[in-house]
T-cell receptor, first 111, second 115 residues
Framework: DAKTTQPNSMESNEEEPVHLPCNHS???????IHWYRQLPSQGPEYVIH???SNVNNRMASLAIAEDRKSSTLILHRATLRDAAVYYC????????????FGTGTRLQVTL | ETGVTQSPTHLIKTRGQQVTLRCSSQ?????VSWYQQALGQGPQFIFQ???????GRGNFPPRFSGLQFPNYSSELNVNALELDDSALYLC??????????????FGEGSRLTVL
């Protein structure tokens, strides 16, 4: 499985935008970029995914570099409820439900 | 629509015992996968079931086995428990085939402690 690299932790102030980076230099042409987050004492929660174009949904935006070797998850206005571990995952459509999680980025949000 | 539910939420076993964990998939989902999450680590893929058959497996020994039932619910069985099996076990459901958005829906997990 292609590997992703994320910072171990990041901090943000509430109401500020947050940009969570992810490097995936060995991504293949059929790998989708998925983001999940895990709040304390909960299972992972899907956030967003994309292939080549930038994507927006009600939770976040995903900006994908033109060469697809990196991506950024953007939370437009962080709230205390966004404090979680964020995982960037490459998912090949041939591997179905297999997600290869790394250690993710722990996001702290302060007042 | 109901989400993914898992039972029990917590349990304690001793080394050598066997454990069965249960999962009810989200309504309409036909695929279930199981993950093990050790403390401070990301979840690790154990295996996946589709149409009642295992069709993908991670790096886990045969003492980790599973079942998927016609209603798409699932069980994870672990035999001969070891101390290192202490972890949060997560079940995820999804819809394979047409209409698949790529999204997995996770339950809140079953926390297993092996003494």
């Amino acid at each position: 499985d292609a590997k992703t690299t994320q910072p171990n932790s990041m901090e943000s102030n509430e109401e500020e935008p947050v940009h969570l980076p992810c490097n995936h230099s060995t991504i293949s042409g059929t790998d989708y970029i998925h983001w999940y987050r895990q709040l304390p004492s909960q299972g992972p929660e899907y956030v967003i995914h994309g292939l080549t174009s930038n994507v927006n949904n009600r939770m976040a935006s995903l900006a994908i570099a033109e060469d697809r070797k990196s991506s950024t998850l953007i939370l437009h206005r962080a709230t205390l409820r966004d404090a979680a571990v964020y995982y960037c995952i490459l998912r090949n459509t041939g591997t179905a439900s297999k997600l290869t999680f790394g250690t993710g980025t722990r996001l702290q949000v302060t007042l | 629509e109901t989400g993914v539910t898992q039972s029990p939420t917590h349990l304690i076993k001793t080394r050598g015992q066997q454990v069965t964990l249960r999962c009810s998939s989200q309504s309409g989902h036909n695929t279930v996968s199981w993950y093990q999450q050790a403390l401070g680590q990301g979840p690790q893929f154990i295996f996946q079931y589709y149409r009642e058959e295992e069709n993908g497996r991670g790096n886990f020994p045969p003492r980790f086995s599973g079942l998927q039932f016609p209603n798409y619910s699932s069980e994870l069985n672990v035999n001969a428990l070891e101390l290192d099996d202490s972890a949060l076990y997560l079940c995820a459901s999804s819809l394979a085939g047409r209409g698949n958005t790529g999204e997995l829906f996770f339950g809140e997990g079953s926390r297993l402690t092996v003494l």
